[in-house]
């Protein structure tokens, strides 16, 4: 019987540094952030440090009926939002609130007809509406979702198309703004991967294309994206469990861009990576390699 994980830690090196003025942190493995899990393997304790490992988030949830009733954020040692939440014996979120650290709680109604999930509205302290999200449905299947903010103006909007089967064939998601709708569609195969994805700008022009090409495995191998600023080619490559073993950037002409290779355990655990992001003109050049350590209840 596999055990079960008590905690993983996250640890940092860098070959070679984004920074050079950043003295102390080349060749040093680094705290990165810690995870602890309890018995059933919910996530009750998360930490995060900053390049001197120096606790700089922490995360702590408590699990009432397998469900995560209360989640506490501390930034730097201080409690800066908590958020609790009621669900039903169905084991459906009901209701959800945010307090503040300045003051004032926001609450978050959940809203279901048919055991879907219909509505999602925000009220501030005051009991004023704030965002509304709606879900649509016909004949069971989500057919559309929509976001509007405090003054009622739309924000988003997401339509799903099926095939005569009921399998999902396409989604269209529109982002709105003062600018206008920008636009992304998603074409999914058969087995419910997507292969495609077009976003489109404001005024309509198309941006960027991704090309997804699905291996016998289920899992994606080879990604071809078109943007304005060129052609870019992921490569992806997996173990016989399934693990991605290699993930490759190339340029259109072939250049590398970013590699990634990932190490795991008998039990499929992730147990080393090693990150090299060549210097590009919006980004500077990094190399760095993580080691999890885990750590499992007896």
Do not use: C
């Not at 984004?18 to 998360?46: C, T, W």
């Not at 900053?50 to 009733?69: D, F, L, M, S, T």
């Not at 007809?113 to 704030?130: A, H, P, R, V, W």
């Not at 309509?204 to 080619?233: C, F, Q, W, Y």
């Amino acid at each position: 019987m596999e055990k079960q994980v008590r905690e993983i830690t996250l640890y940092r090196t860098n070959l070679v540094l984004a920074d050079p003025d950043d003295d102390g942190l080349l060749s040093e493995e680094i705290l990165v952030n810690r995870v602890v899990m309890d018995e059933d393997g919910h996530e009750v304790e998360r930490i995060s440090y900053n390049a001197y490992g120096e606790p700089e988030e922490r995360i702590i949830i408590k699990w009432e009926n397998g469900h995560p009733v209360e989640e506490l954020l501390e930034l730097e040692g201080e409690t800066a939002e908590r958020t609790t939440r009621e669900f039903d014996e169905k084991g459906r979120i009901l209701k959800e609130w945010r307090h503040y650290l300045e003051g004032g709680t926001d609450e978050i109604r959940y809203i279901y007809e048919n055991d879907l999930l219909i509505m999602k509205q925000t009220f501030d302290s005051e009991g004023d509406e704030g965002e509304k999200h709606y879900r649509t449905y016909e004949d069971g299947l989500l057919i559309k979702e929509e976001t509007f903010d405090a003054d009622g103006e739309p924000e988003m909007k997401k339509t799903y198309i099926y095939a005569e089967n009921g399998r999902l064939d396409e989604t269209i998601e529109l982002q709105i703004n003062s600018d206008g709708e920008s636009k992304l569609v998603s074409v999914m195969d058969e087995a419910g991967h997507i292969v495609l994805e077009k976003r489109y700008d404001t005024r309509g022009n198309l941006i960027a294309r991704n090309t997804i090409t699905i291996g016998d495995n289920g899992h994606p191998v080879k990604m071809e994206e078109e943007t304005v600023r060129g052609k870019s080619i992921v490569h992806l490559e997996y173990d016989g469990q399934g693990n991605n073993v290699l993930y490759r950037e190339e340029s259109g002409d072939g250049s590398l861009l970013s590699l990634i290779t990932r190490e795991y355990d008998a039990d499929g655990r992730n147990t080393g990576s090693e990150i090299r992001i060549e210097p590009q003109a919006q980004r500077p050049g990094q190399h760095y390699r993580l080691r999890y350590e885990y750590r499992f209840y007896e």
